[in-house]
Nanobody, 126 residues
Framework: QVQLVESGGGLVQTGDSLRLSCVAS????????MAWFRQAPGKEREFVSS????????YYGDSVKGRFTISRDNAKNTVLLQIYSLKPDDTAVYYC???????????????????WGQGTQVTVSS
């Protein structure tokens, strides 16, 4: 079992930056593809970004490309999501997800992941 805990969310203003963290326990993440999703009120969970097991390949959703950067530190069992130029449309609960695989696939579906964190709220005021 893998337990994921997100942190770093908060109330920010348009144009601000945030760094979200996802810390795992229970298993080492070195063989897991990791991802971030987000869910706004009344909307489906949306793919934000994913990163391969060794950090060599990253993918981003169209709405965040160029403003979000995903990274990982397997030694610390941590995945980060650096967010720049926040917009009100970025307001959502952000979830960390994990799937044990060495595949380099995008993994943009919620069904692609077996483990989820509880989420961290990001609210962007205009």
């Amino acid at each position: 079992q893998v337990q994921l805990v997100e942190s770093g969310g908060g109330l920010v203003q348009t144009g601000d930056s945030l760094r979200l963290s996802c810390v795992a326990s229970g298993r080492t993440l070195s063989s897991y593809r990791m991802a971030w999703f987000r869910q706004a009120p009344g909307k489906e969970r949306e793919f934000v970004s994913s990163i391969s097991w060794n950090g060599g390949i990253t993918y981003y959703g169209d709405s965040v490309k160029g403003r979000f950067t995903i990274s990982r530190d397997n030694a610390k069992n941590t995945v980060l999501l650096q967010i720049y130029s926040l917009k009100p449309d970025d307001t959502a609960v952000y979830y960390c997800a994990a799937k044990q695989t060495f595949s380099s696939a995008r993994g943009s579906g919620t069904f692609d992941y077996d483990y989820w964190g509880q989420g961290t709220q990001v609210t962007v005021s205009s």
